[in-house]
């Protein structure tokens, strides 16, 4: 049986490994001033971040539509697959699940919909476990997404949580807190939610404590170091890490600069990680 996958840009897979799986990425959509950018294309991450605070307008995000998730579970489907495996980030966080399994509707039984309960690289590990395992058939890569589900955490430190209030994806009492005491507030997203974890006055006692969080579970099978364009932070946090621990860590560790989509509801100078440990 030859398996097919389908993700989306919020997935934050280099496009080495979206090359090497075949993998089929569906671009969300950044809303900038009233004009919409597909994921990755008409402004880097680099430029957003940059520019993020100075923007007069709150930018705002929106799922693909039905009919990108149809084109591509089709391409798929005539060009030899026998079934897709469609994987997304958590539907209590964003509406992207709904238009595939609204777009699923065509398609009979030939398309499973995954809801990853996470975002970013939480996601991305989910989808890289079923490419891998896929040569094996349906259960096997089904299999991979649950083991890695187990084994996954992704945490988060933010340099303020006025974006997380914002786009209401916390209770508006932590985050008012975050805002009154100018504290480095630190979240963790775990079954689909996001969850304030801690807090510290400074982005070193931040990258210290998420350090800490990071190394409680020991040895690692798959680890993603994540800044919304705070790549120095992100280097000196692998500093630490590599110093700390470097023989509990994968030899292969990503290092990856968050998707703007994602990056609107975290805010700019966040540093995070998403890591998978060892059964």
Known sequence: MKIGIVTDSTCDIPKYLIDQYELEVVPSILIIDGKEYADGIGISREDFYKQMPALQTYPTTAAPSIGDFSTRYERLLAGGCDHVLSIHPAGQLTSIINSARQAVQNFLNRITIIDSLSLS??????????????????QAALNAIEST????????????????????????????????????????????????????????QANERMLKFLLEDGELERLAILHTGAEPRAKAFLNM???????????DILMVNVTTVIGTHVGPNGLGFAAVRKI
């Open 121 to 138: 690289l939480g996601l991305g590990f989910q989808v890289l476990a079923a490419a891998e395992a896929a040569e094996l058939g349906l």
């Open 149 to 204: 589900r187990r084994r996954l955490k992704v945490y988060a430190a933010l340099d303020t949580m006025e974006n997380l209030k914002r786009s209401g994806r916390v209770p508006g009492v932590v985050a008012a807190l975050g805002s009154i005491l100018s504290i480095k507030p630190m979240v963790e997203l775990t079954n689909g939610e996001v969850k304030a974890i801690g807090a510290v006055r400074t982005t070193k």
């Open 241 to 251: 890490l590599m110093q700390k621990a470097s023989q509990s860590v994968p030899r």
